[in-house]
Nanobody, 121 residues
Framework: VQLQASGGGLVQAGESLKLSCAAS????????MGWYRQAPGMQRDLVAT???????NYADSVRGRFTISRDNARNTVYLQMNSLKPEDTAVYYC????????????????WGQGTLVTVSS
């Protein structure tokens, strides 16, 4: 299973961006999905998560401004980011837990390649 993220870019403070991350492969089921971010010189931190049933969790720093959603039919998770601030500047990574139904049923967690979001003041 591979995760492909897209949607990053350069915006001004107060503007919006929407990130997407699609899981692809064969014979798999995606469970929890989420977004994390890593600013230069900092650790990777949780932004938001969403279960397969749609329950969400947000970091305090983004609650009320960001919305995570998913399309289970497309195995895709989205992050709508509104009222962006310069401190939101980071590389954003998507994350997913999945089950692969191969010759052996395996469960794994993986990461997308990251997409850069830059917010200018």
């Amino acid at each position: 299973v591979q995760l492909q993220a897209s949607g990053g870019g350069l915006v001004q403070a107060g503007e919006s961006l929407k990130l997407s991350c699609a899981a692809s492969g064969s014979k798999f089921r995606v469970d929890d999905m989420g977004w994390y971010r890593q600013a230069p010189g900092m650790q990777r931190d949780l932004v938001a998560t969403i279960t397969s049933g749609g329950s969400t969790n947000y970091a305090d720093s983004v609650r009320g401004r960001f919305t995570i959603s998913r399309d289970n039919a497309r195995n895709t998770v989205y992050l709508q980011m509104n009222s962006l601030k310069p401190e939101d500047t980071a590389v954003y990574y998507c994350n997913a837990d999945w089950v692969h139904y191969g010759d052996v049923i395996t469960a794994a967690r993986g990461w997308g390649q990251g997409t850069l979001v830059t917010v200018s003041s």
